[in-house]
């Protein structure tokens, strides 16, 4: 299983990062690599909200089904892959800091092996890991520009 795990301060509130991120529209909008977010469930997101999304990882399409398997409405949230090709947990944290708030992005994601190949994990997960952060600088900076 890698491990991905990425941090950055946004100089904005938690209550502002989490009512963009919220919005399943602003997710394409931050993240290079998603081609679609959409909220399944009507209502606020709380634990057990369905999103599908379709990703790119490696030059590779992935369509996805995943659910919030655990939810703060102040300090974290955490999605599931429940329908796709590679099984992850995503985990955001937000906790504030003197300049704003730190943003924690941490993913835990199956071999990619059934995927991309036996030998594809460490490529893969290095790439993914560079996505990662590139969409954290985005959101900061999208969200540092709001102000």
Known sequence: MATIEESIVIGRSREDIRTFLRDPGNQPVWQSNMDKFAKLDEGDPKKGTRYLGISRVAGRRVEWTAEISEW?????????????????????????????????MHQELAPFERYFGKLADPLVTRMYS???KGNLEKLKDILESEL
Do not use: Q
């Open 130 to 132: 560079r996505d990662v």
């Open 72 to 104: 703060d409405d102040v300090e974290f949230y955490e999605l599931r892959a429940i329908e796709s090709p590679v099984g992850w947990t995503l985990r955001f944290d937000f906790e504030e800091v003197a300049d704003g708030t730190r943003v924690t």
